[in-house]
C-alpha cells in the first residue's frame, strides 16, 4: 500500500537519524589511527576499550560512582516522594496548587539558577566535594519527578481497597504491605527507572558540588573527548549508555508482563 | 488524625527537602547577586552586579545567543515531533523499530548526543570527511563551521536530536487518549484530511504540546554541558558565560555570576509559570 | 453472638448544609439479619463506615456486648465490612483473598488453607480458590468477597448494598445465600440497602433512616401495616392518606365513617389504608365508588377510585378485576384491620417496635 511505503521510508530516515550519532563513536571506539580524510580507519583495534574497562583509566570505579549516587538519589528520592505523591494524587487542599508548582520548579528551572546557592549551603554543612553532598544535589531534579510519577499513580488507586483490609483485620503497616505497595508498585518501578537515569545524567550539579573530587561517568567521557583522546572516548560513550538501553528493555517488560496484572487491577 | 494533618505528615519531608535546598539555594543566589555576603562584611545590598551584566556586551550577546538556541531547536523540535507523532501513529513496517530507537533516544545523556554530533559534523568529523570523499572539499576549514560556531548549529542539532523523541512519545500518548472518533467525526462532515488535522486534531494536541514544548525551551535554555562541547569560542552560551563568572580567579566577578544565574532564574520562573497555565488549560483533572 | 448497640451517632461532612447522621439510636439484637434501610443519601452507608471504624463519629458511641468499640481501630473492631463492590484484591489469588484475614492474624498456613476451603465450599466457590478475581464472574467475585469476610467469624457483619451491582436472577441466587449463611452461621448482621422490596425479603428486622434519623425499626410487615409516619408509609408505598378526626372507635372521614379496630386518642388524624387491603365486590357494600382508571402491573393491577369525592387506590389480582372499565361502579369494603391511624405528629419514632 502507498501509505504504508512512504511511511516505512519516513520511518526509516527518522531511524537513521537517531542512530546516527552512535555510529562515529562506535567506529572510534575500536579505531587505530583514523586520520581525515579517511572514511574509516586505517587500522581496527581493541586498545581503547581494554584501556577503559582497565584499572589505571578509572572507569571502571566512576562507573560504579555514578551507579550507587543514582541508586541513592533514586532510594531517597522514592522514600520521601511516595508519600508526597499519595498527598498530592488523593487529596483536594488548599495549597495544592503551590505545592505542586514548588515540586515542578526543580524540573523546569535550570540547574544553573540554584548551583551557585547550593554550593553555599553545602559547604556550610561540610558537604562540598563528598558523595554525600552530590547525592543532595541530585535529589533536587529527581525528587519533583518521582513525587509527580506517584501522584498519577496514586491518582488513578481506588482507597477503598485499603479500607476493606482494615475491615478484614489488617493494621495500617499490614495493609500497606500487602495491599498498597502491591498495587503502586508497577508505577513506582517505572519512575524509579527513569529517576535513575535523570541522576545517571546529570553533569553541572556533579561538577559545581563535587568540586572535582566526585568524578561520575560524563565528568569522565568530557575529560577524555577534551584532552582528544577520541578512541577511549567513543569507548566510555557506550559504556555510558548501556545502563539506559537495560532499563529501557526492563520498564518495556514491567509495563506488559506482570506488572500489567497489577497495574490493571487499580480500578475495578 | 484529621486529613490536614495527615497531608501535612505526607508533604512534610518532600517539602523540607526542596525548601532546604532548593528555595534556600535559589535565596542566596539571590542575596549575593546583591552583593549582600555578611561573611565577607558585604552588608549592603545594591544593583551594582546587575549594571555590570546588563551594560556588558558580551552578558546581552550570550543571553541573545541562549534565546535563539532555545527558540531554534524548540520550534524545529515541536515541528517534527508533530510529523513524526502522526507517522507513528499507525502500524506499518518497521514501525517497532523506530520506536524502540525514540525511546531509546530518551536514556541517552546530553554529553554523549553532543560528542557524537562533535564527531558527525565537526570540521573534520564524518560528514566533512564524506564532503571530502565526494571532492567537495579539500581541507578540513572548507567545510562549513556547523559545530563551535557563532550560530550555534550544532548545538541546535543536539537539541533536536534529544528533544524531538521526547516531545514525540508525549504527543502519541495524547493522541492515544483523544482518540480517533474527533476526525473521524470531521471527516464524515466533508472535512479534508489536512484540515481535520488543523482544525480539529492540532487544537486539541495543542495544550499538551505547548507544555511540553515550555519544558524543552528550559533545558535547552539553560544546559551548561552541550555548550561546554558544542558551543563556540565566541560569543558563549549564556550558561557557560556564567559557570566561567563564577569559576574566574577575580573574586569580583562572583556577583556578576550570581546575577546571571538569577537571570536565568526568571526566565525558568516565566516557563513555569506558563507550564503551570498550560496544564491547567489540559483539563478539569490535571493536576 | 453479638449485640450491637448505636446510641446518638451524629456525623456531618466539612461542607455539607445538614449532617449525614443526626443521633441516631440503634439496637440491634445478637443473631439478628437487620437491614439498613432509606433512599440515596440518608446516611446508611455512614452509619455503616462508623461501625466499621473506617470514620470517626462527631458525637455517640458504638457498643458491641456493652463495650463500646468507638475509639478502637478498625482491625481491632470484630466487625468485618463487605463494600458494595466486591474489592477483591488484584494480586491474589481467590484463595489468598479469602484468607487474608486469616494470615492478618497470624494464623498457621495449613489452618488458613483448612479454614478457606471450608468457607469457599460454603458460598459454592469450592475448587476456584486458585483463580484470580478476573476470572470469576460478578456474582462469584460478591460470594467470594462474602467468603472472605465471614471466614473471620466476625463478632458483627455489615454488608453494603450486596445485591445492587447484580443481576435480577443473581440477586435472587445472592439472597437466599446470604439469609443462609447467616442463619447457619448466626452472625449478627447488618445489611445497608435503598431498595424496600430487598429489605423485606431478607431481613428480620428493618431499621428505616430518612433525613440522617431512624424512622421505625420494626419487623417487615409493621412498615406495612403499621408504619410510624406518613414519611414511612409513603417509603412503602402507601398512597391513600384521609385527614379527618378520631372519636372513640370511629374514624369520621371525608366519605363518611369508618369503624376502627380498636379506640384511638380522640382529636385531628390521618388515617392510612393499604391499597392492596381494599375489597372490590360488584354488588351492594360499606361503601360504593367510582372506577376512575385500571392499570395492568404484571402481578397485580392498580384501580384508582373515586368514593364520593376521595381518590383511593386499590391493588387486586388481575384476574378478579379484568372487566371492570372507567366509569363503573363497585362496592367497596374496607376492613378495619386495613386502618391505621398514623401517630400525631411525630416525623421519626423511638427506637421500639411500634406497638
Request: a positive charge.
Given at each position: 500500500m502507498r501509505g504504508d511505503r512512504l511511511r516505512t521510508l519516513v520511518g526509516m530516515l527518522l531511524a537513521g537519524g537517531l542512530v546516527l550519532p552512535f555510529l562515529p563513536l562506535a567506529v572510534w571506539s575500536v579505531a587505530h589511527g583514523w586520520r581525515y580524510p579517511d572514511l574509516l580507519p586505517q587500522d581496527w583495534t581493541g586498545k581503547a576499550w581494554t584501556y577503559a574497562l582497565s584499572?589505571?583509566?578509572g572507569v571502571l570505579h566512576s562507573f560504579a560512582l555514578t551507579s550507587f549516587i543514582a541508586l541513592a538519589t533514586t532510594v531517597l528520592a522514592a522514600l520521601i516522594g511516595v508519600p508526597a505523591g499519595r498527598a498530592l494524587g488523593l487529596y483536594r487542599f488548599r495549597g495544592k496548587g503551590l505545592v505542586t508548582l514548588l515540586l515542578l520548579a526543580p524540573a523546569i528551572l535550570p540547574g544553573l539558577a540554584v548551583v551557585f546557592g547550593l554550593h553555599a549551603i553545602l559547604l556550610r554543612a561540610g558537604l562540598t566535594g563528598t558523595v554525600t553532598g552530590v547525592i543532595l544535589a541530585h535529589l533536587i531534579p529527581v525528587l519533583p519527578y518521582i513525587t509527580l510519577v506517584m501522584a498519577a499513580v496514586f491518582a488513578r488507586f481506588d482507597t477503598d481497597f485499603e479500607d476493606q483490609a482494615r475491615s478484614l483485620g489488617a493494621s495500617p503497616l499490614q495493609t500497606f504491605r500487602y495491599v498498597t505497595l502491591p498495587a503502586i508498585l508497577p508505577g513506582l518501578l517505572t519512575g524509579a527507572l527513569f529517576a535513575f537515569l535523570v541522576s545517571w545524567s546529570q553533569y553541572l550539579l556533579t561538577l559545581a558540588i563535587g568540586g572535582g573530587r566526585v568524578q561520575t561517568l560524563p565528568l569522565v567521557l568530557y575529560g577524555f573527548a577534551a584532552s582528544g583522546r577520541n578512541d577511549v572516548t567513543g569507548a566510555i560513550a557506550l559504556l555510558y549508555i548501556l545502563p539506559g538501553v537495560v532499563i529501557l528493555i526492563v520498564s518495556a517488560r514491567l509495563i506488559t508482563g506482570r506488572g500489567a496484572a497489577l497495574a490493571g487491577g487499580l480500578r475495578p | 488524625m484529621t486529613d490536614s494533618r495527615r497531608i501535612l505528615l505526607l508533604l512534610a519531608p518532600a517539602l523540607i527537602v526542596l525548601g532546604g535546598l532548593f528555595l534556600t539555594g535559589l535565596g542566596l543566589t539571590l542575596l549575593r547577586s546583591f552583593r549582600y555576603m555578611p561573611a565577607l562584611g558585604l552588608t549592603d545590598p545594591d544593583l551594582a552586579a546587575y549594571r555590570d551584566i546588563l551594560t556588558s556586551p558580551g552578558f546581552l550577546k550570550s543571553l541573545a545567543l541562549s534565546l535563539w538556541i532555545a527558540g531554534a531547536s524548540t520550534l524545529i523540535a515541536t515541528c517534527l515531533a508533530l510529523g513524526a507523532a502522526l507517522l507513528l501513529r499507525r502500524t506499518f513496517p518497521g514501525r517497532g523499530l523506530v520506536s524502540f530507537l525514540v525511546q531509546l533516544n530518551l536514556t541517552v545523556p546530553h554529553v554523549v548526543g553532543a560528542i557524537g554530533i562533535l564527531y558527525l559534523f565537526?570540521?573534520?568529523?564524518a560528514f566533512a570527511r564524506l564532503a571530502h570523499a565526494a571532492g567537495l572539499i579539500g581541507v578540513p576549514a572548507d567545510f562549513p563551521a556547523l559545530t563551535q560556531d557563532p550560530a550555534a548549529i550544532g548545538i541546535i542539532l543536539l537539541y533536536v536530536w534529544k528533544e524531538l523523541p521526547f516531545i514525540t512519545l508525549i504527543l502519541l500518548a495524547n493522541l492515544q487518549t483523544i482518540g480517533d472518533d474527533h476526525e473521524a467525526t470531521a471527516r464524515s462532515l466533508g472535512a479534508s484530511p489536512w484540515q481535520s488535522f488543523r482544525h480539529v486534531l492540532l487544537p486539541m494536541l495543542a495544550p499538551g504540546l505547548f507544555a511540553a514544548s515550555v519544558l524543552v525551551f528550559a533545558f535547552a535554555f539553560g544546559a551548561y554541558e552541550v555548550p561546554l562541547i558544542l558551543g563556540a569560542h565566541s560569543p558563549k552560551a549564556l550558561p557557560v558565560l556564567a559557570w566561567q563568572a563564577y569559576t574566574d580567579t577575580d573574586l569580583a566577578l562572583r556577583p556578576q555570576a550570581m546575577a546571571m544565574a538569577v537571570i536565568i532564574a526568571l526566565v525558568g520562573l516565566a516557563l513555569l509559570l506558563l507550564y503551570a497555565r498550560m496544564m491547567r488549560q489540559g483539563g478539569p483533572d490535571a493536576r | 453472638m453479638t449485640r450491637l448497640v448505636v446510641q446518638g451517632l451524629s456525623k456531618r461532612y466539612p461542607g455539607a448544609a445538614a449532617p449525614a447522621l443526626d443521633r441516631l439510636d440503634l439496637t440491634i439484637e445478637s443473631g439478628t439479619l437487620t437491614a439498613l434501610l432509606g433512599p440515596s443519601g440518608c446516611g446508611k452507608t455512614t452509619a455503616l463506615k462508623l461501625i466499621a471504624g473506617l470514620l470517626s463519629p462527631d458525637a455517640g458511641d458504638i457498643r458491641l456486648d456493652d463495650a463500646s468499640i468507638r475509639d478502637l481501630a478498625p482491625e481491632r473492631r470484630g466487625v468485618a465490612m463487605v463494600f458494595q463492590n466486591p474489592l477483591l484484591f488484584p494480586h491474589l489469588t481467590v484463595a489468598g483473598n479469602v484468607g487474608f484475614g486469616l494470615k492478618m492474624r497470624g494464623l498457621g498456613a495449613a489452618e488458613v488453607t483448612a479454614r478457606v476451603d471450608a468457607m469457599l465450599a460454603m458460598v459454592q466457590l469450592?475448587?476456584?480458590?486458585?483463580?484470580?478475581?478476573?476470572?470469576?464472574s460478578g456474582g462469584q467475585q460478591q460470594r467470594a468477597a462474602l467468603a472472605r469476610a465471614l471466614v473471620l467469624q466476625p463478632n458483627l457483619l455489615l454488608l453494603d448494598e450486596p445485591l445492587s451491582s447484580l443481576d435480577a436472577g443473581l440477586r435472587d441466587e445472592m439472597r437466599d445465600l446470604i439469609r443462609s449463611l447467616q442463619r447457619e452461621t448466626g452472625i449478627t448482621t447488618l445489611i445497608v440497602t435503598h431498595d424496600q422490596a430487598e429489605a423485606v425479603a431478607l431481613s428480620d428486622r428493618i431499621a428505616l433512616l430518612l433525613d440522617g434519623r431512624l424512622a421505625q425499626h420494626a419487623a417487615p410487615q409493621d412498615f406495612y401495616r403499621r408504619p410510624a409516619s406518613m414519611a414511612v408509609a409513603r417509603f412503602f408505598g402507601g398512597v391513600n392518606f384521609l385527614a379527618g378526626r378520631v372519636e372513640g372507635a370511629l374514624f369520621h372521614g371525608p366519605f363518611g365513617v369508618l369503624p376502627l379496630a380498636h379506640a384511638e386518642e380522640n382529636g385531628p388524624a390521618t388515617l392510612t389504608i393499604r391499597p392492596e387491603a381494599i375489597r372490590l365486590c360488584p354488588g351492594p357494600a360499606a361503601h360504593s365508588a367510582t372506577v376512575q382508571d385500571r392499570c395492568f402491573l404484571g402481578t397485580q393491577s392498580r384501580i384508582t377510585l373515586d368514593l364520593s369525592g376521595t381518590i383511593l387506590q386499590a391493588l387486586a389480582p388481575p384476574e378478579a378485576v379484568r372487566t371492570l372499565t372507567p366509569g363503573d361502579k363497585v362496592g367497596v369494603t374496607i376492613p378495619p384491620e386495613a386502618l391505621w391511624v398514623l401517630p400525631p405528629n411525630q416525623p421519626h419514632s423511638p427506637d421500639n417496635s411500634t406497638a
Open positions: 584499572d589505571s583509566a | 565537526s570540521q573534520s568529523g | 469450592a475448587g476456584l480458590g486458585h483463580r484470580r478475581p478476573a476470572q470469576l
